[in-house]
């Protein structure tokens, strides 16, 4: 099976030794976005609901360049660093998912990337 590199500039660069996605055969494979603005690489200011919305945007941009969007995401990890953030996690997520609903774990975290609030990775099948 090949695996293909998807990247695109209107998503935060890696900051890291990974690609921002990878598709084999028609599953992709998102990497976690956190709340970067993708042109200054910063984290953007702000309460976890906005950190929560770019980070929704940032994995809007890699779905769409790998050929896809929320409808086809099958499985949604979030990294949370404070759960008492978890009704506003939902009421944001809720604003690009529509049912049926991914799949998803949401987990507490002590510390992310850049002193991020908030990670999401996701599946999607094509």
Known sequence: MSKQIIHTDKAPAAIGAYSQAVKAGNTVYVSGQIPLNPETMEIVSGDFAQQTQQVFKNLQAVLQAAGGDFDKVVKVNAFLT?????????????????????????????????????????????
Do not use: W
């Open 82 to 126: 404070d759960l008492s953030h978890f009704a506003t996690f939902n009421e944001v997520m809720s604003q690009y998912f529509s049912l049926p609903y991914p799949a998803r774990a949401a987990i507490g975290v002590a510390s992310l990337p850049k002193g991020a609030l908030v990670e999401v990775e996701a599946i999607m099948v094509l």
